[in-house]
């Protein structure tokens, strides 16, 4: 564990303690350590970074890490041999408790998954992880942040951003209006969700014939007159999801939260090296709402305003 208090990520060295199957889909690994003394998760879809072993290793393999500088640390790992180094995968707090120390991190299974998967699948107690988290809950990897005038709360997750999505269920202030879609493979990997807000919860199985992310959500109207969205899952649902809430229905898209967790046919890996198709989205109507808001408005008549309008 590095030694910068201030530091808003650090690396914690952990172990698992016991898993729980969640349905057919999902796998819940508890972690303890020593370590977790120090972590500061802040709720929501709080995200972490998850370093695992390789098959036949005892523990994931890092640069040494009390360096309190973290990309120092980051940048040695990447320049080990790839079959060498630890397995980087990002993932969801799903939850942190005291006495004793734990957090839990819900890990979505699949038959061709990944090595993340892979590991999830066989790992048991006493297996070693390191994880990079934070430290202090004020941090950059809770991207849930309601705004203060929203009246209500559409959510739109699938299996991988099922913990998530839950998490945020359970933080939503008491009686928030709540309209929330949530797509997963099997009927079984529906779970009670335990919330204090007004929420009405769909459950779009894909096994059941559920429809397009974009058909369910389309046929209900928003639950409020100015309402905050998060959507996140797999990145083509993510995208087609978030031109439909801004271009179609003609929200602000900066009241629009959107993180797309895979894509179909590549790993996270190979994700991180292709465009991120609904960030340049979100590029072309920043410029495009903009534009229009300098065509709207009002031009200075004196002949500073005039200057800069031909400059």
């Not at 005892?58 to 309190?68: G, K, R, S, T």
């Not at 992310?213 to 905050?228: F, I, K, M």
Request: hydrophobic letters at 40%; a negative charge; aromatic letters at 8%.
């Amino acid at each position: 564990m590095t030694h910068t208090e201030t530091a808003p990520f650090q690396f914690f060295s952990l172990q698992v303690d016991r898993t729980r199957r969640l349905g057919p889909s999902l796998v819940r690994i508890t972690f303890t350590g020593d370590d977790l003394k120090g972590f500061a998760a802040g709720g929501r879809d709080q995200s972490l970074s998850l370093f695992l072993p390789h098959p036949g290793q005892d523990a994931p393999v890092l640069p040494p890490l009390d360096d309190p500088d973290m990309y120092a640390i980051l940048g040695a790992w990447r320049a080990m041999p790839h079959d060498v180094r630890a397995v980087m995968r990002s993932y969801t707090v799903r939850e942190q408790r005291t006495e004793p120390n734990e957090i839990d991190i819900d890990f979505a299974l699949h038959e061709d998954g990944g090595p993340a998967c892979r590991w999830a699948g066989r790992a048991e107690p006493g297996d070693r992880v390191v994880v990079l988290g934070p430290a202090v809950a004020a941090n950059t990897g809770v991207r849930f942040q309601l705004p203060e005038d929203a009246d209500s709360v559409l959510i739109w997750a699938d299996e991988t951003a099922l913990p998530a999505a839950s998490a945020i269920l359970e933080w939503l202030p008491a009686e928030t209006r709540a309209r929330v879609f949530l797509e997963v493979p099997y009927s079984g990997d529906r779970m009670e969700l335990a919330t204090e807000a007004d929420a009405t919860v769909t459950w779009l199985v894909r096994e059941e014939g559920a429809p397009s992310a974009v058909d369910a959500v389309s046929a209900v109207q928003l639950p409020g007159e100015a309402p905050y969205v998060w959507i996140a899952g797999e990145s083509g649902a993510v995208k087609a999801l978030r031109r439909h809430f801004v271009r179609e229905r003609g929200l602000d898209r900066r009241r629009v939260t959107f993180v797309g967790y895979w894509r179909k046919g590549l790993s996270e890996d190979a994700l991180r090296e292709v465009p991120d198709e609904t960030a340049q989205d979100e590029a072309q109507d920043a410029a495009a709402q903009d534009a229009t808001a300098q065509e709207a408005a009002p031009r200075d008549a004196t002949p500073q305003g005039r200057a800069q309008d031909a400059a």
